[in-house]
Structure formats: structure tokens, C-alpha cells
């Protein structure tokens, strides 16, 4: 295969079977916000929250963290599906919301080894990878890819496990504030799947800086202005919204557009045809719509076949034929308008308002429900989850699948993961035969149905980190931060060091 510059890759191991998913495991906190009533507090519209963003989002507990969600969410995944731990030759976490600059997926190890200690099984190997992934929404596909290219090349006749965990929050009272959550979603990864394979070999790539897109420096902390009235350390993001959303569609559409480019068909062609199946990065319900809108534009300008057609619909959408020829051919460097202390403004008008008019037409509401409807109603109650947000989705879209006795196997899929900052992922998958059994032990409803819904001052409270114990609620088979090192000796130090417990 040639690519656009000439270059030639080794397409030789296209005929072997692809790497992939054998499993799926989801984690969600009990503590839980309805939008609705969360609307009720803030005076907000909740026919627009329903729209835009779902029904409700998850608050972790004052006794969970990022950590003690993931190991969950492993441990689900060992037990649900009879894995043997000594067969793990890797364990990767992705996730932007780790509170340790120095371990990162082996404090995840540690918890499972002492459960299944508890439990009469197995540790995971000693001889086990334990890497860390981070960039932004993004880093649980790249652990995913690096667990894929593990399991298919050094780490052949092992196993690996991937586990995508964060915790969304936003200042109270900021534009971001509905779209808020937590979760952790593990993936067992094979070199012959029994879930889905994952095909790296026609996958899309792209990434940009983008400056202050979406950050968490560090040094926020120290700043007077970064909120003072709460009672935790918060780990709200620095964020620009609009100039954010143009990140991730400009990113998102590149991505695909490689993906498209190196599997060698026009996207009027894929996007009807060729895929059955589409799952977003979702951080709330609009995104990955918006996302689509733009794509399936930018697929009518760049075929041969519907250009009568676009010129009718820029018509009827106010903007100019050429303009939008021109932005779609364009690549606009977003951060030189930071740079040069503008106001971000839309890289891709044109694009935009045509787009916006698509979405209200037939063939797209067709192409929503047809391509992009499975596990969609479910992932309204999940919240923002980012890194996990993306597997989520695919694991409420493949269980819905099974339980609904929808044909899937060698179906072509794809799913588009994006992290701000910004860099984007678009990687085909195809459903194996017999997916339906994994599938069906994803366990969407056991994460669902423990649930402690919050009223408004305990959402408060929970929210601005007030003292006081977690909820009451039956736990069981799950991690807690039991205690936080206090020792800053000499000769032994723990300070700021947690702690954690089983509880069985």
C-alpha cells in the first residue's frame, strides 16, 4: 500500500488475524446527579440539558478515586469472564485524572492482587507491564493501541488489560457543570479476540497543539483566583468551550479522513454503505453528532458525485458554494490566533452553518438512527466519563446489540477517540463470531442500578469536598481509599500516600 507521500507500508500482516477485545467491564459510583432536578437548582433549561448533554451523571464517593474505580472495574472484568491473572502480561491505564506524578496503573495492580488474595485466586503475573497513558480524553485508545501491538508482537501468547478511568468535574456554577461524571470501563485485550477485532493497520491518526484548549497545569493550584472555597484539592480544568468544540471537530474530521484515505474509499461510500456502526469520543450527547454533521459535509465536497446536491443546500443555508470548498480543502492553524491574542473564532463558518441545517434533515436523522443509535439511550445516564467515555459507549452499543439479537460479526465499525490539546484516533473494528456471549457479560446494568440519588446539598457538599463519611449504600466487590499517609520521617515517609481497602 502507497501512501499520500509516496511512502510504502508493509501491508504483509493484513492477512493475519487482527488483535483485539475479548471483554468488557463497567464501573460507575453510586452517588448520582439527575439533570432534571439538577436544572430545578440552577434554573437552567432542561429540555435543552436532555438534548444536549443526557439525563444524569455519577459523583464519586468520598472514599473513591480514579485509582480504586479502575481496579473495580478490573477486577469485574477477572471474575466476570473466568480470566486467569497469571496470563496478564500487561496492564495499561488511561486516565487524566491521576493524583500521583510517579505510579500510576501498578497502584491499580496492587488493589487486585490483594482482592484476589482475599478471594482464593491468583495474583496478576509478576512479570506484568504497568504503564500509564495520558492525554486527555484520549489516553485509554492509546493504551488500548499499545496493548493491541503488545499482545500481537513481544508479548505474543499472553494477555493484556486495559482500563480507561477519570472523574469529569467542573466548578459549580461554570458552563461546564452538567457535563460532569466519573467511571472506569476495562477492556481484556487478545491476540485472537472473542469481542472485536481492532484494526491498527488502517487506523487514523492526527494531532495539533492547541495551547489552552483544555489543560490542567499544575501550577493553577498556587493561583488566587482558582477556587478557594473548596475544601479538596479540585482538579477543575482550565477550558475555553466554543474554542474547544473547534478543536475537537477540526481534529476528529482529520483523523477520519486518514482512517478513509488509507482503507481506500470516499466517505459518501463508508459513511452509507461500508460501516454499519459509528461510536464517538461522547463527553456529552451533541458532541458526536456535531462531529458526524461536519464529516458528512465535508464527504459531500470532497466526492465526485454530490456537488449539484451541496450547492442546493448552501442555498438554503445562507453560505457561499466556494466558501465551504474552500474550508474543506483548507488545514487553518488554530493556536496562531491564540498566539496572537484573538478571540478564537470559528476555523470552518461555512462548514458550520451548513452542517447545522444537515442535522435537521431526513437522511441524517437516518443515518443517526441507522449508524449510530446502539447503546446511544443508555450512555444518556452515564455522564462525561472522559477517557472511559468512548468505551462506554461501545460497551452499552455491543451489549444493546446482543440482548436486541442484532447480527454484528465481521460488520465494519469504527470508533473516533479524541483528547484535547489536542489529538484524535479513528480505528476500524469488526465484531467476531460469537461476540454475543462476551458481550452479554458486560454487566451495563449491575453499573446502573447501585445508585444514591443526591439531593441538592449533598450534591453540594459532596461536590466542594465538605467533611463527612461516604453514603450509605450496599458495596460490595469494589476498592476504598481506607487511609491517607500522615508520616514525613527521615527515615520513612508516607505523607499524602493513600491507602486502600476490599470491600467484600
Known amino acids: 500500500m502507497t501512501t499520500a507521500r509516496g511512502n510504502t507500508i508493509d501491508m504483509s500482516e493484513e492477512n493475519k488475524g487482527l488483535p483485539g477485545v475479548s471483554a468488557m467491564s463497567l464501573y460507575l459510583p453510586a452517588p448520582r446527579v439527575d439533570l432534571e432536578r439538577w436544572c430545578e437548582w440552577t434554573g437552567n433549561s432542561w429540555p435543552k440539558i436532555l438534548a444536549v448533554v443526557g439525563r444524569s451523571f455519577r459523583v464519586p464517593d468520598r472514599d473513591e478515586n480514579v485509582y480504586t474505580m479502575a481496579a473495580t472495574a478490573v477486577l469485574r472484568l477477572i ?25 500510576g ?23 506484568l507491564e504497568v504503564p500509564e497513558f495520558k492525554h486527555a480524553c484520549l489516553g485509554g485508545i492509546y493504551a488500548l493501541k499499545g496493548a493491541c501491538r503488545y499482545v500481537a508482537s513481544d508479548g505474543a501468547g499472553r494477555r493484556a488489560i ?13 458552563s461546564g457543570e452538567q457535563t460532569q461524571g466519573a467511571g472506569a470501563v476495562a477492556m481484556l485485550v487478545d491476540a485472537e479476540p472473542k469481542l472485536f477485532e481492532v484494526d491498527l493497520w488502517h487506523a487514523g491518526s492526527a494531532s495539533d497543539y492547541r495551547g489552552p484548549d483544555f489543560r490542567k497545569p499544575f501550577a493553577r493550584h498556587f493561583h488566587a483566583d482558582y477556587p478557594a472555597r473548596h475544601k479538596r ?9 466554543r474554542y474547544s468544540t473547534f478543536a475537537y471537530l477540526d481534529e476528529t474530521v482529520h483523523a477520519v479522513e486518514m482512517m478513509l484515505q488509507r482503507l481506500g474509499v470516499s466517505a459518501g461510500t463508508f459513511y452509507e454503505q461500508d460501516v454499519k456502526h459509528l461510536f464517538f469520543h461522547r463527553p456529552y450527547n451533541m458532541m458526536p453528532i456535531q462531529a458526524m454533521s461536519v464529516l458528512y459535509v465535508r464527504g459531500m465536497a470532497r466526492g465526485d458525485h454530490r456537488h449539484d446536491e451541496l450547492r442546493i443546500l448552501c442555498g438554503e443555508a445562507g453560505v457561499d ?55 446511544s439511550e443508555t450512555v444518556m445516564d452515564f455522564g462525561n466519563l472522559y477517557s472511559a467515555a468512548l468505551p462506554a459507549w461501545i460497551a452499552a452499543g455491543l451489549e444493546q446489540a446482543a440482548s436486541d439479537r442484532i447480527e454484528l460479526a465481521g460488520s465494519s465499525m469504527v470508533v473516533v477517540g479524541y483528547g484535547s490539546g489536542d489529538a484524535a484516533e ?8 460469537g461476540w454475543e456471549k462476551a458481550a452479554s457479560r458486560i454487566g ?39 487511609r491517607i499517609g500522615e508520616r514525613y520521617d527521615p527515615g520513612f515517609q508516607d505523607l499524602a500516600v493513600e491507602y486502600y481497602s476490599f470491600l467484600r
Open 321 to 375: 458554494y466556494e466558501d465551504v470548498m474552500r474550508e474543506c480543502a483548507s488545514a487553518p492553524d488554530l493556536f496562531s490566533i491564540v498566539l496572537e491574542n484573538a478571540e478564537p473564532s470559528d476555523p470552518y463558518p461555512a462548514t458550520t452553518a451548513l452542517s447545522s441545517l444537515v442535522r435537521r434533515s431526513a437522511e441524517f436523522r437516518s443515518l443517526l438512527d441507522r449508524k449510530m443509535s446502539l447503546g
Open 426 to 433: 479513528a480505528i476500524p473494528i469488526r465484531p467476531v463470531a
Open 233 to 241: 484539592l479540585a482538579d477543575f480544568p482550565i477550558f475555553s468551550g
Open 79 to 103: 471474575r466476570q469472564n473466568d480470566v486467569d491473572p497469571r496470563e496478564i502480561g500487561f496492564l495499561g491505564l488511561g486516565t487524566e485524572s491521576s493524583t500521583d506524578n510517579a505510579a
Open 105 to 127: 496503573a501498578v497502584i491499580v495492580r496492587g488493589m487486585v492482587d490483594r482482592a484476589l488474595d482475599e478471594l482464593g485466586l491468583p495474583r496478576l503475573s509478576r512479570h
Open 444 to 482: 451495563i446494568e449491575r453499573a446502573l442500578e447501585s445508585r444514591v440519588e443526591l439531593t441538592r446539598a449533598e450534591y453540594e457538599a459532596l461536590h466542594d469536598g465538605e467533611h463527612g463519611g461516604p453514603f450509605d449504600y450496599p458495596r460490595r466487590d469494589a476498592f476504598a481509599v481506607s
Open 162 to 174: 486495559v482500563v480507561s478511568a477519570d472523574i469529569a468535574e467542573y466548578e459549580r456554577g461554570s
